[in-house]
């Protein structure tokens, strides 16, 4: 009986316990994972390929799409996102940036946030921290506000000091890490390569300049 009595308890447990370890997976931000590819991105979006910005080449690919969530069915259906940034290392997501709508937090603050996030993502921790991205072509807010993570995601939520506006982002540690290092390396590598490219900016321009002439010479009447 006392087996029996034991093994109902730590069956309820479990089934208790369940939705919190369903709750904590920081790899995933609605239906987008970390991890993911471009393809899989298209799959989920709207994005098409000529959406896909390349940040650098070398010595890693990096790689960022920008989406804007469409407002969907009859009536539509409020959608709290104005925009989601995906970056990509060699092929794999390993941060998702998204901006939430003014208007769909309006008059929230930062606890009712941390409140709706925690539904998701679990117990968070408030860290006194400031984080720095790099990022191309969009700003993003330093002052974390509070962050759930785990040893290898971090999910942090983020707010201008001079703005109301919300983000939430996420990252994969480890791909994040080399992403950095890999962006800091790329724009080590395009100031060596500067002297260079302005040598061969002059020489396309002449050659561009060049091939006008020519095209000219036959083809202008005076």
Do not use: C
Not at 63 to 77: A, D, H, I, M
């Amino acid at each position: 009986m006392k087996r029996i009595h034991s093994a109902v308890i730590a069956l309820a447990v479990l089934l208790l316990s369940a939705p919190l370890l369903r709750a904590q997976d920081l790899s995933k931000y609605r239906n987008f994972s970390l991890g993911m590819s471009v393809a899989d991105l298209f799959k989920l979006t709207d994005s098409r390929p000529v959406d896909v910005k390349v940040i650098h080449q070398r010595p890693a690919l990096i790689e960022e799409v920008t989406w804007w969530p469409r407002l969907s069915g009859y009536p539509p259906k409020p959608e709290t996102i104005r925009e989601v940034h995906f970056s990509f290392y060699d092929g794999k997501l390993y941060r998702i940036y998204a901006t939430y709508d003014d208007k769909a937090t309006e008059g929230m603050t930062t606890d009712d946030m941390v409140r709706a996030i925690s539904a998701r993502y679990g117990t968070p921790v408030a860290p006194d921290a400031h984080l720095s991205l790099s990022a191309e072509g969009y700003s993003t807010p330093d002052k974390v506000l509070s962050r759930w993570e785990d040893a290898q995601y971090s999910v942090n939520l983020l707010q201008y000091s001079y703005y109301s506006t919300f983000s939430l982002l996420l990252f994969t540690k480890q791909q994040n890490a080399k992403a950095e290092a890999a962006i800091a390396a790329a724009a080590k590598l395009e100031l060596e390569d500067a002297p260079q490219r302005a040598v061969d900016q002059k020489k396309k321009e002449a050659d561009d300049l060049e091939a006008s002439r020519v095209k000219n010479v036959k083809t202008f009447h005076p």
